[in-house]
């Protein structure tokens, strides 16, 4: 297998993974579990590619496709932020209350 063909077998495999976790971030159980299965994906894909990646460059068609993956990536980890951003407000805002009551 080609280190192009392994490139596209790890990108097909996370598409699904990261819309997955990016339609679950409402739901803890259910993002961990999607995030644990993109973890593996990568532990287990990404070294040899890597590896191969260091000797050769990919084609522009596999750059762009690599560019989109990274900015799933990046589009499901600012969603996280912002759920643990708002999640951190309010648990601040439950706090004060209840100081606020006593």
Same mark, same amino acid.
């Given at each position: 297998?080609t280190?192009?063909?392994?490139?596209?077998?790890?990108? $097909?495999? =996370?598409?699904?993974?990261?819309?997955?976790?990016?339609?679950? !971030?409402?739901?803890?159980?259910?993002? &961990?579990?999607?995030?644990? $299965?993109?973890?593996?994906?990568? $532990?287990? $894909?990404?070294?040899?590619?890597?590896?191969?990646?260091a000797?050769? @460059?990919?084609?522009?068609?596999? *750059?762009? /496709?690599?560019?989109?993956?990274?900015?799933? =990536?990046?589009?499901?980890?600012a *969603?996280t /932020?912002? /759920?643990?951003?708002?999640?951190?407000?309010? @648990?601040?805002?439950? *706090?004060?209350? !209840?100081? &606020? /009551?006593?």
């Amino acid at each position: 297998m080609t280190v192009n063909e392994k490139l596209e077998e790890l990108l $097909s495999a =996370l598409d699904p993974l990261i819309e997955s976790a990016c339609s679950c !971030v409402d739901d803890a159980p259910a993002f &961990q579990k999607v995030n644990e $299965s993109i973890a593996k994906v990568m $532990s287990e $894909s990404w070294p040899p590619i890597a590896e191969a990646l260091a000797a050769i @460059e990919p084609d522009a068609e596999m *750059r762009a /496709r690599i560019t989109k993956m990274s900015e799933k =990536l990046a589009d499901l980890e600012a *969603r996280t /932020r912002a /759920r643990l951003v708002w999640a951190d407000d309010f @648990e601040d805002y439950i *706090r004060e209350s !209840v100081t &606020q /009551r006593r």
